[in-house]
């Protein structure tokens, strides 16, 4: 009953932004490598009747593009149980199982009924065919994806101990020909996309509030730049900073109140922060070169930021109250992006993705794609979404936050950049 009350405020909370919500979708993630390394488990086909979506195939995918699991395919399946009851440990442990999901998914109310049980085959729990995590709730019809997804965030869950995200968004940006700019949200997968914005002019630099509810953009119409706040719920937009220049690169503070900004209201990039109800911003850098992209830390204490101070851009992390401006990420590297456990940085550097241990100094590689750009990273700090460009198009592309797993999505009729994974959406 408390999965449930919990499913049921997050759809409620969803519904009240996606008025404009269709079966759309840009992209769909196609994996490149990774997966073969991966953990195996088996999501056995759900016993269902009438159910347009296959929910097992959905939590097969997510747990796939997390890049921790390697589903078996249906087709190699030993049995297709639909209970613990009926579980053979045996079978699956003969063919390197250790772990499996049954379950059902049955008519309830006008929505359907999902039960799902994840057994340990293996007997790492105490004893093979054990039931380890299950559990058992209502959706409406049009939201079986997202409990689908809820069943795949706690299985995630039981199994690696890390939050899952698979009921997450990501906003982006598409731009169809010379003059077509679009803000889309979608699934974290790519599914159920809808239109946030659309403009003549351009849209850039999309970020997301810490609770979900607004987006945080630069909008060139009426032929200026103009920093904007606008309310997924209500539709709503109020501009923050409209002063002559450029105002951009937004970013929420961990509380949610305030915003960092990049101006050159003074013929100077420097980074302000203002209030997200508005008001007049404070100026944080001065002096120092051009100074964008900030990102704050978790506890809102410092802000990372890219400065050319040193003559070739580079990433620099000064206190969120201005003053004491350090290097940090190397000469020639900019976007920076903060885990959210505060433990490493993402960044560009040398056009590919490269994380950087906030303790140890360390730095490691993790793309191979050609003109990297825009890194944001999942809340659970496993995977990074950024934009690469392939041929003569801009492309979100996926790594995991050990460069391990690589994933593409591809998109058609567009180019598709500035990518923003959403925060958690649920409790």
């Known amino acids: 009953m408390k999965l449930f009350s919990r499913l049921a405020g997050l759809l409620g909370a969803l519904t009240l932004f996606s008025a404009s919500v269709s079966a759309e979708s840009d992209v769909r993630i196609s994996i490149d490598q990774g997966v073969d390394m991966a953990q195996p488990i088996a999501v056995v086909p759900f016993r269902a ?45 003969d063919i390197g199982i250790d772990n499996i999901v049954v379950g059902q998914v049955s008519p309830a109310g006008g929505g359907y009924n999902i039960a799902y ?86 849209l850039m630099s999309p970020t997301w509030s810490p609770d979900g509810s607004k987006l945080s953009y630069t909008t060139f119409e009426n032929k200026k730049s103009q920093l904007v706040v606008h309310d997924l719920r209500s539709g709503s937009r109020k501009i923050l900073s409209a002063a002559k220049g450029h105002n951009g690169a937004p970013a929420f503070s961990p509380d949610g109140s305030r915003i960092a900004f990049a101006s050159n209201r003074d013929g100077v990039l420097n980074i302000y922060v203002v209030g997200v109800g508005g008001g007049n911003p404070s100026q944080l850098t001065s002096n120092a070169g051009n100074n964008t992209e900030p990102s704050w830390s978790p506890d809102g204490r410092t802000i990372y930021f890219t400065s050319d101070r040193g003559g070739r851009p580079a990433v620099y992390q000064m206190s969120s109250a201005g003053g004491g401006a350090s290097a940090i990420g190397g000469s020639g590297s900019y976007n920076p992006k903060v885990s959210a456990d505060g433990k490493y940085l993402i960044m560009i550097s040398g056009d590919r993705v490269v994380r950087r241990d906030l303790a140890s100094g360390s730095t490691e590689v993790l793309s191979s794609t050609f003109l990297d750009e825009s890194p944001s990273i999942s809340p659970n ?15 979100l592309q996926l790594v995991s936050a050990d460069g391990r797993f690589k994933a593409n999505l591809p998109g058609a009729g567009g180019q598709f950049k500035f990518p923003a994974w959403s925060p958690f959406l649920t409790k």
């Open 117 to 202: 049980q994840l057994i340990d085959t293996l007997g790492i729990s105490g004893a093979a065919g054990n039931v380890i995590a299950q559990g058992s709730f209502n959706v409406p019809a049009a939201q079986i994806r997202l409990g689908a997804h809820t069943v795949s965030d706690q299985v995630f869950e039981k199994l690696t101990q890390i939050r899952g995200a698979f009921r997450t968004k990501i906003a982006y940006v598409v731009q169809r020909g010379v003059s077509a700019y679009e803000i889309r949200v979608s699934d974290y997968d790519g599914h159920n996309a809808f239109t946030v914005v659309k403009s003549k002019e351009p």
């Open 49 to 93: 009747n009438g159910v347009s979506a296959d929910v097992a195939q959905i939590i097969s995918d997510d747990l796939r593009n997390s890049g921790k699991f390697n589903p078996l395919a249906a087709n190699r399946m030993p049995a297709q149980p639909g209970s613990a009851g009926e579980v053979n440990p045996q079978q699956w442990t």
């Open 381 to 395: 700090g496993i995977m990074v979404i950024y934009s690469s460009t392939k041929g003569v198009s801009k492309v």
